[in-house]
């Protein structure tokens, strides 16, 4: 048994809302990415979850993006990104590996111990904002720590 949810709590807002003319609003299903496989996307919608295999018709698409589906559950559109997290893929093509789309906040969590590497911080802080996400740091074992102030003088 599937519960449903709300669009409000999957992260909906209203500017997903503007891109969805009140005609199409009326016929379709508005479904959020929430895992992604090899040949399917599990997607969550008011109704619950449902699965959504892949077309070589279909844009690519990334855990947090929203669709518009069909009453059957068939592929209309993807809704312009928000944010969108990706990397460059492996191999020899420049290409870009989607991570996830429709991200607000980003935690960037680090303990204060020897694993502390403050270039690996500037690394993650450069992609969210690339991504036009927020980030929020998170210092963690400050317990643990005898020199807490020289970590946190370094993220300031």
Sequence with gaps: ???PFSLS???WSPTFQQQIPLEEWETT???RV???HR???ELLSESGKTQLHYTKKMPAITVGDWLL???DNTFIRLLERRSEFSR???GRKIKAQLIAANIDTVFIVSSLNKDFILSRIERYLALINEAGAEAVIVLTK???CENKQHYTNCIK
């Design 69 to 71: 589906l069909d009453q």
């Design 34 to 36: 929430v895992a992604q």
């Design 142 to 144: 400050a317990d643990l």
């Design 29 to 31: 299903v508005t479904a």
């Design 1 to 3: 048994m599937t519960t």
């Design 39 to 41: 040949s399917y996307v």
């Design 88 to 90: 460059k893929a492996a």
């Design 9 to 11: 709590l999957m992260g």
